[in-house]
């Protein structure tokens, strides 16, 4: 379901997106400020009502202005708040860079939304939105075959209980899985609420679906985004990034779950597998990841830290850049346990903390 206030914009968005989505499985429903609350009602309830009325959309899709509805009254906030208080997955998408740019707003914990870049434009916004939709779906149908016969404490369990139902999971990655904090404090509050069984594994689904998308993809540890995996594998990050030529010898250790659509990530676990099963007794110790690209026939060059020398073998998550140890912090609060590969510039943390 999509709120967009410029009908203009609206139909840049959703004709795509119509394209990317299979017709016998979803379909787009669009809030194009026509209808208003009701006298007694708020504008929160308001769009609850529409959601309640649409069945739960499996994804909202919203534009963080609405300040060009004409007739309704509804405001970003409210469709926030309606997505939040119904467990429904909402994206956000929003031409003004200022207020994601703002590194204020990095530690504002937005745990319950996915953020689009409009940079990209609509063609590539309606893709993600079509590939967030399926992913979030995909989870709930998950889901619900995995709980049909399941106790209400069963959504209590550790992520890669679930994780191993939707995708493939390797076995050495599910200790790191675990430690990303997950959501269990919202867990325990849709079991509090004690609502019928269906709509608890809705929310849930929500919840792991913002997991996944937001910690687990966010953060590299488990799983490696294209820089982080060339940080780690300690070749040149844009190379690698640029041409997916270079990521054919991971094939094997490709990312398949949910939300995969939106970029490559590989295991981690996976990746170490490689390397150790390409090692050969001549090499002494465990061949490094530029080695193997190497013989896979990718000479590629060293990896450089942001700060300008040769090697590096972390992420900052904050310029998503490579990044060595030494120039690096990893502050727990920031950082979520088990993103083992995730680290911040020291540059930048001095920044934001003001001591600069
Ligand atoms: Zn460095």
């Known amino acids: 379901m999509v709120f967009e206030d410029k ?28 209808r208003s609350a009701n006298e007694d009602e708020s504008d929160v309830d308001f769009v609850m009502r529409i959601l309640e009325e649409e069945d739960y959309p499996v994804l909202v899709v919203l534009d963080a202005e609405l300040n060009q509805y004409i007739e309704s009254t509804v405001r970003k906030s409210d469709v926030k708040d309606a997505c939040l208080e119904l467990g429904v ?26 953020k689009l870049d409009p940079k990209e434009g609509h063609e590539q916004m309606a893709e993600s939105c079509a590939i967030l939709a399926k992913g979030f779906n995909e989870i709930q149908e998950k889901l619900k075959e995995r709980l049909a016969d399941a106790d209400p404490e069963d959504l209590l369990e550790p992520p890669s209980e ?38 608890s594994i809705r929310r849930k689904s929500t919840v792991l679906g913002y997991w996944i998308h937001n910690q687990l993809l966010e953060y590299p540890g488990v799983l490696l985004n294209p820089v982080a995996a060339a940080s ?62 190497s013989r896979e026939g990718y000479d590629i060059g060293p990896v450089q830290c942001l700060e300008g020398h040769d090697g590096a073998g972390y992420y900052c998550i904050l310029t998503g850049e490579p990044v060595c140890e030494d120039d690096s912090v990893s502050p727990e609060a920031w950082i979520p346990a088990g993103a083992s590969i995730s680290r911040i510039s020291e540059g930048e943390y001095m920044k934001l903390s003001g001591w600069d």
């Not at 997955?89 to 996915?114: A, F, M, Q, T, W």
């Not at 269990?184 to 609420?193: F, G, H, P, R, Y």
């Not at 040149?236 to 991971?250: K, R, S």
């Not at 990746?271 to 690209?293: C, H, K, Q, Y």
């Open 89 to 114: 997955p909402l994206c956000v998408y929003h031409r003004d860079e200022g207020e994601y740019s703002d590194p204020e707003n990095i530690k504002e914990s937005e745990d319950h939304l996915i």
């Open 162 to 199: 679930f994780m191993k139902d939707i995708t493939d999971v390797p076995v050495s990655a599910k200790a790191n899985l675990d430690k990303y904090s997950w959501g269990q404090s919202e867990s325990v509050a849709i079991l509090k609420e004690g609502g019928d069984k269906q709509d």
């Open 7 to 34: 009908e203009e914009n609206l139909w840049d968005l959703v004709n795509p997106l119509e394209e990317d989505l299979d017709p016998d499985e979803f379909y787009v429903e669009n809030f194009t400020g026509d």
């Open 232 to 293: 780690y594998l300690g070749v040149n990050h844009e190379v690698f990034a640029e041409d997916e030529e270079y990521h054919e010898p991971l094939e094997e250790a490709l990312y398949q779950g949910p939300f995969s659509g939106l970029d490559n990530w590989w295991w981690k676990a996976e990746i170490d597998g490689l390397l150790n099963r390409n090692t050969t007794p001549e090499d002494g110790s465990v061949i490094s990841g530029r080695e193997f690209l």
